[in-house]
Each structure stands twice: as C-alpha cells, then as structure tokens.
C-alpha cells in the first residue's frame, strides 16, 4: 500500500526521517491491507447525529415484498420520497401510481424520482401520460432522471453518460420509517414462479430508525438535485385523461390485496372508454394466487434495533463512490468466510484481487449468480462465463453456484462477511454498477441478521448447480462440470460469441 505523500525538510537526515516514519505511522497511515476488523471497517462508514440504531426486517417473498410497499405508503401521513428505476406498464405500476395519486389527494407532499434508460423503454411509462397526470396534484412534484436526449451530445465524448441510470430503488415514508434493496416495481418482482413469463427472485430490506432514514434521504436529495433531471410537468392539452386509469387501477389492486377477488366489472362504476383496459389489469391479478392476504401483514414482528449504516455511489454523473471501496475493504477485512448472491457477475480487475487476496489468507468464497438458463441478461452471463475457470484455478477457496433452470431468475444483491456483517441493496458486481450507475446499499452490523441471511443464501446454494474442474500436473484445467454440461448447445453458441465481443465488456 501506498504511503502518503508529505513534503520533507531537507536538512532531516535520511536516519532521522526513518526513525520518525516508524514512531508516527501507526497514527496516520491507513492499516495494511486484510489488516482491518470488520467491526473497524464498519465503524468508518457515514453516520450521522441521530446514531445507526434501526429496526430491520429483511423481506425475501415476493408478496411481502409487495406488502410492505403498500403498506408503507398507504400509511404515510404527511410525505413520501421514492425512487425508482424501473415503474412498469402493468397492474403493479398503474395500482403504484393510482396509490400516489390517492395519497397526494389526502394531503401527502410527494417526491418521485424515475430512470429514463433506455434498455426498458417498451416497458416504461411511455411518453410520461401517467406521471404527467400523477404531475397535476399541487403537492406532488416528479422528475426523470438523467434523459437521454440530454446525453447524446456528451456521450461523444464518453458513451457510458448515456448509460448513467439512477438505479436506486428508495421508498422513505414520514422521515420515519424506509424500504430499499433490489426490485422495482412490476409483475416480475411481486408474483410467484410460473404466474408470469419472467419471474425474480430478490431481497429488500423494511426499516425503521432516524439515522438510516437521514442516510437515505441524503442519497436521494443528492441525485434529486442533479441539473441533469428533467422535471415532469402537467400536460397544458390533456386529450386523453389518465386519472381513471390510474384509480381503477389502485382499486383493483387494494381489493385483490384484500382477498375479495376480481369483481364483476360490469358493476364497478368507471368510464366505459377504459373496458379494455380494465378486462387486461382483471387478467393479470387473476393469475397471481399468493397475493391476497394483505390484511394480515404486519410491517416489523418484534424485530430488535440493530447497527445499520447506508453506502451510496452517484451515478457517472457525480462524485459520490462510497460502495465499491467499501465493499474491498469488507472483503479484505473477512476471516472466515465470504457468501456472494448477486445477479449480474463481470468482476474488475479490483473486486478479482480482493476475491484473490481472501482465497490466499484461506477464506471461505461462495459466489451465486444466474445461469444462461435462468438470466434475464444473457449478456452479464457471457462475461461471465469467459472468467469462471480462471477464478476457480486462481481461488482454491471458492466455489461457484449457479441458478438452473427451472428456478427463478436471481436478482438479488446480497453480500454476507464472517457471518457478522450482511450487505443487502442495488449493487451488482458489474461495470454498470461498478461504475456508471447510481447505487444504494444497507450495511447491517448484527451476527443474528447476518446468520439468518447465511442460511437463507445457503438454502438457495443447495438447489444451484455447481460449477468445478481439476487442475491438471501440467497446468492444464479440466472441467469436470461447467456451463456445456446443463445449457442448450445454441444458447452456449450464443453466449459464447457474445463473449467474444470485449469492447462490450464496459458497458455491460
């Protein structure tokens, strides 16, 4: 590690200089690398005034997942802050902004924050008609992040702008109670395996505390308050009006939550203009059989306060980068054992060498992601399979596990160290979060919670496959099983040209 620069007197003599080197660097010089505790690590992340104590309930189900949102923001009497990177056009969406609507009618002041990439636009708020009419309540104030058109002329001379989401997923109701982690808002995070064509499998965290409620605040008020934003404004013309839309919606939704069921539409009074969409919203509730028993839902169950602390990094755009740092250092910091669920896997020559360093002190590596059989982007998963043989010829420690088909698609970002510090948010071990997204994780220092996150993740690692091979006397590596033995022979085509394109790798 490098020492820090100083400038130096020169009539010291070189003797002299060394004798106060070795009295003065234990106070000022950063500790050798694995030579941190984790409790230490911890303790160096932000904090604020009001301490770290919180209440944290981690919500693994999809329906719960679903519950606490709308528990949280039915609740909320005097403001919500939210964002979000992806608001689906479907029932989950239309129902989540019909609930906004209803909520800034009842006096609640509203912020919403929401992505505009690209990548998702055929299943994004086209042209903004929702949230231009969710715009018209006068306490509600809206705005996308980073548009593209804004990025077309700086992306000449760096094509990640264009790339630079806001990948946060933040809901703080009341500057008291908050919801962060790794769904969005849409069919495929909130319903069960086979009710829909594309289903994750992910992790969030529920809490209540000042501290981490002000942390998250902070990571929110500082992409809010990015020149990049474009502020959503009312129509001036509205030909089509949204409002019924977005309230039938709500409706159905918070009755199927309630288990009363699709109702007769033919009863239910709403414009008859909407009878299409009405018909498709009533399709798609009937088909998820786990959502309906909001009324039992009960946001926390005797969950005790425990050490939290938030880690941001802005976007490309910005200057924060407090996670991936952070994360080495947890990595570093590790004894025992390193337990890694992450849905997108493209490491950097950093987050490798960290990985490499544990395996040599002997720590135990379990690193979970999706298969090309179970991934929704095919592309993290060609990346990845050009490096999995040299990780597990490099790391003698690790082992490599990934969701087959037949399971749900992984989406989860979850980091366990030692069994005493979980790590649970947005961050995924790829460039685009590595580098050019906005991120948010919570840090939990309690050996309880992170037990309970270990053995749910091993839970998981017991019905992955797992991949191996055998390092030959030569030098050579034999795959003794991998990629080829369980994925179609044209899936693996394709993947494998895909991996091939390496001026991709960045972006990716």
């Known amino acids: 590690m490098k020492l820090p620069k100083y400038r130096l007197f020169r009539p010291i003599s070189a003797a002299l200089l060394m004798l106060c080197l070795l009295v003065v660097m234990p106070a000022w010089s950063a500790p050798a690398t694995?030579?941190?505790?984790?409790?230490?690590?911890?303790?160096?992340?932000?904090?604020?005034?009001?301490?770290?104590?919180?209440?944290?309930?981690?919500?693994s189900g999809n329906e719960e997942a679903w519950y606490a949102r709308w528990h949280l923001i039915e609740s909320a009497k005097k403001s919500l802050t939210i964002t979000y990177f992806i608001v689906d056009q479907d029932i989950f969406g239309f129902s989540f902004l019909g609930l906004l609507r209803k909520k800034a009618r009842q006096g609640v002041a509203i912020r919403l924050m929401v992505d505009d990439r690209f990548m998702r636009s055929a299943k994004k708020l086209k042209d903004y008609d929702e949230l231009e009419e969710l715009a018209r309540e006068p306490n509600v104030e809206i705005k996308i992040y980073n548009p593209i058109g804004r990025q077309l002329?700086?992306?000449?001379?760096?094509?990640?702008?264009?790339?630079?989401?806001?990948?946060?997923?933040?809901?703080?109701?009341?500057?008291?109670?908050?919801?962060?982690?790794?769904?969005?808002?849409?069919?495929?995070?909130?319903?069960?395996?086979?009710?829909?064509?594309?289903?994750?499998?992910?992790?969030?965290?529920?809490?209540?505390?000042?501290?981490?409620?002000?942390?998250?605040?902070?990571?929110?008020?500082?992409?809010w308050k990015n020149l990049k934003n474009r502020v959503v404004r009312r129509d001036k013309v509205n030909f089509v009006s949204q409002s019924a839309k977005l309230d039938l919606a709500y409706h159905l939704m918070n009755r199927y939550l309630q288990g009363m069921g699709i109702p007769d539409?033919?009863?239910?009074s709403f414009p008859r203009s909407l009878d299409k969409t009405a018909q498709e919203l009533c399709q798609q509730l009937s088909g998820f059989k786990k959502l309906s028993s909001f009324n039992s839902y009960k946001p926390f169950r005797g969950e005790r306060p425990m050490p939290v602390r938030i880690l941001d990094r802005h976007s490309l755009?910005?200057?924060?980068?407090?996670?991936?740092?952070?994360?080495?250092?947890?990595?570093?910091?590790?004894?025992?054992?390193?337990?890694?669920?992450?849905?997108?896997?493209?490491?950097?020559?950093?987050?490798?060498?960290?990985?490499?360093?544990?395996?040599?002190?002997?720590?135990?590596?379990?690193?979970?992601?999706?298969?090309?059989?179970?991934?929704?982007?095919?592309?993290?998963?060609?990346?990845?399979?050009?490096?999995?043989?040299?990780?597990?010829?490099?790391?003698?420690?690790?082992?490599?596990?990934?969701?087959?088909?037949?399971?749900?698609?992984?989406?989860?970002?979850?980091?366990?160290?030692?069994?005493?510090?979980?790590?649970?948010g947005t961050y995924n071990l790829d460039p685009l979060s590595m580098v050019i997204n906005s991120e948010v994780v919570t840090v939990i220092n309690y050996q309880p919670f992170a037990r309970r996150l270990a053995l749910r993740m091993e839970k998981d690692f017991a019905k992955c496959l797992e991949y191996k091979i055998r390092k030959e006397d030569d030098g050579r590596i034999t795959v003794i099983f991998g990629p080829e033995a369980h994925t179609e022979a044209e899936v693996m085509k394709k993947l494998e040209r895909f991996g091939k394109m390496k001026f991709l790798r960045p972006l990716i």
């Open 34 to 59: 694995g030579q941190e505790s984790l409790s230490s690590v911890f303790a160096s992340f932000p904090k604020t005034a009001q301490g770290d104590a919180a209440r944290v309930r981690l919500l």
């Open 317 to 424: 755009l910005g200057t924060r980068r407090d996670i991936g740092e952070n994360l080495i250092r947890m990595i570093d910091a590790s004894r025992e054992e390193i337990l890694i669920q992450n849905a997108y896997v493209v490491l950097d020559e950093t987050a490798e060498a960290a990985l490499h360093r544990a395996s040599a002190r002997g720590v135990k590596i379990f690193l979970c992601t999706n298969s090309g059989e179970s991934t929704n982007h095919p592309s993290t998963v060609a990346y990845f399979l050009t490096d999995w043989k040299r990780l597990l010829a490099t790391m003698p420690t690790a082992r490599i596990l990934v969701y087959p088909k037949g399971m749900p698609c992984i989406h989860t970002k979850a980091f366990v160290f030692d069994r005493q510090i979980a790590v649970v």
């Open 265 to 268: 539409l033919k009863k239910l």
């Open 153 to 223: 002329l700086p992306a000449l001379g760096d094509l990640r702008k264009v790339f630079a989401s806001n990948h946060d997923k933040i809901i703080i109701a009341d500057s008291r109670v908050c919801l962060t982690g790794g769904r969005n808002i849409g069919r495929d995070y909130f319903v069960q395996l086979g009710e829909f064509t594309n289903v994750f499998q992910d992790l969030d965290v529920l809490m209540e505390g000042p501290g981490v409620v002000s942390q998250l605040q902070k990571a929110f008020d500082e992409e």
